[in-house]
Nanobody, 116 residues
Framework: QVQLVESGGGLVQPGGSLRLSCAAS????????MGWYRQVPGKQREVVAT????????DYTEAVRGRFIISRNKAYNTVYLQMNGLKPEDTGVYYC?????????WGQGTRVTVSS
């Protein structure tokens, strides 16, 4: 079974930037959806951004639109999240997700802390 490994989280001051990456452990079918979700303690996990390789389209939650950019590698087995203009409310554990019609895989999460 394919595994997802995230990296790039850390501590950053408000207004700063981070770049998250998530790599599948092996090649996967080109047609897939990969995305990023985040979770704050006491709250439900929420979608941040997703990329649909078939449609070649990206979707963002309103809270991050204009600040975050999701991107993919050519093989569509890696996903990145460029996070700019970070705010304290962006703090949380960010999880990578890979989804196909009959497949739903999650990474272990990478922690992002935005604080002075």
């Amino acid at each position: 079974q394919v595994q997802l490994v995230e990296s790039g989280g850390g501590l950053v001051q408000p207004g700063g930037s981070l770049r998250l990456s998530c790599a599948a452990s092996t090649e996967i079918p080109v047609i897939n959806i990969m995305g990023w979700y985040r979770q704050v303690p006491g709250k439900q996990r929420e979608v941040v951004a997703t990329h649909n390789s078939a449609a070649r389209s990206a979707d963002y939650t309103e809270a991050v639109r204009g600040r975050f950019i999701i991107s993919r590698n050519k093989a569509y087995n890696t996903v990145y999240l460029q996070m700019n203009g970070l705010k304290p409310e962006d703090t949380g554990v960010y999880y990578c997700n890979l989804r196909r019609r009959d497949l739903d895989i999650w990474g272990q999460g990478t922690r992002v802390t935005v604080s002075s």
